[in-house]
């Protein structure tokens, strides 16, 4: 059965320091997410992403963030230079063009851990 | 803006007892209403769906009615199993297009032989 894989599982970083979370989506797929979950919070949407570009954002997502789709198969989320309080598990998901109540299909997540 | 409010856990049941975990909505419209469950080390995994008043989402002995008038989408089941421990996230969408998912704060639920 397709899936959406991440990778890394988990990420250590200094505060500071550039870090890029990536993510297979299923191939078939057009619609793109990530989703972040701070410890003991709840599940946010950060970005969705289609036809090479964002088609919405939340205020979470500023310009410390960016996605990229650098080639056929990997969707990638960049944090430019990451704080304290970007610690948390990141989900990537994808999902089929469709009109309405869409599943979205979510990888294992990257845990991310700034120092 | 739309928003989730999902019953806080966690939940430990002994197995064979009856689950609920309650979910209400705030949203403009009608829109699509999700469990997700994400098991130890996974990530989330649609449970089932509904995409309109009365309908009833289910799948593996799970059940949850779309109620407009209450806005809920509680989940039930009638006989936990071991293996239904989880976290269960409840969601909402717009029900056009490839919207965002909206979660609630997910529930815990641990079950004991």
């Known amino acids: 059965e397709p899936e959406v894989t991440q990778t890394p599982s988990h990420q250590v970083t200094q505060m500071g320091q550039e870090v890029i979370l990536r993510c297979v989506p299923i191939s078939n797929h057009l619609y793109f997410y990530w989703y972040r979950q701070i410890l003991g919070q709840k599940v946010e949407f950060l970005v969705s992403?289609?036809?090479?570009?964002?088609?919405?954002k939340s205020e979470i997502f500023d310009d410390q963030f960016s996605v990229e789709r650098p080639d056929g198969s990997n969707f990638t989320l960049k944090i430019r230079s990451t704080k304290l309080e970007d610690s948390a598990m990141y989900f990537c998901?994808?999902?089929?063009?469709?009109?309405?109540?869409?599943?979205?299909?979510f990888g294992p997540g990257t845990r991310l851990t700034v120092l | 803006g739309d928003s989730v409010t999902q019953m806080e856990g966690p939940v430990t049941l002994s197995e064979e007892a009856f689950l609920t975990i309650n979910c209400t909505y705030t949203?403009?419209?009608?829109?699509?209403l999700f469990w997700y469950v994400q098991y130890p080390g996974e990530g989330l995994q649609l449970l089932l769906k509904?995409?309109?008043?009365?309908d009833k989402g289910s799948n593996k002995g799970f059940e949850a009615t779309y109620r407009k008038e209450t806005t809920s989408f509680h989940l039930e089941k009638g006989s936990v199993q071991v293996s239904d421990s989880a976290v269960y996230f409840c969601?909402?969408?717009?029900?056009?297009?490839?919207?965002?998912?909206?979660f609630g704060t997910g529930t815990r639920l641990t079950i004991i032989p």
């Open positions: 509904a995409t309109k008043a009365d």
């Open positions: 992403f289609y036809n090479n570009e964002i088609s919405e």
């Open positions: 969601a909402l969408s717009a029900i056009f297009g490839n919207e965002k998912l909206t």
């Open positions: 949203a403009t419209g009608y829109p699509s």
């Open positions: 998901a994808s999902s089929e063009l469709t009109s309405g109540g869409n599943e979205q299909f």
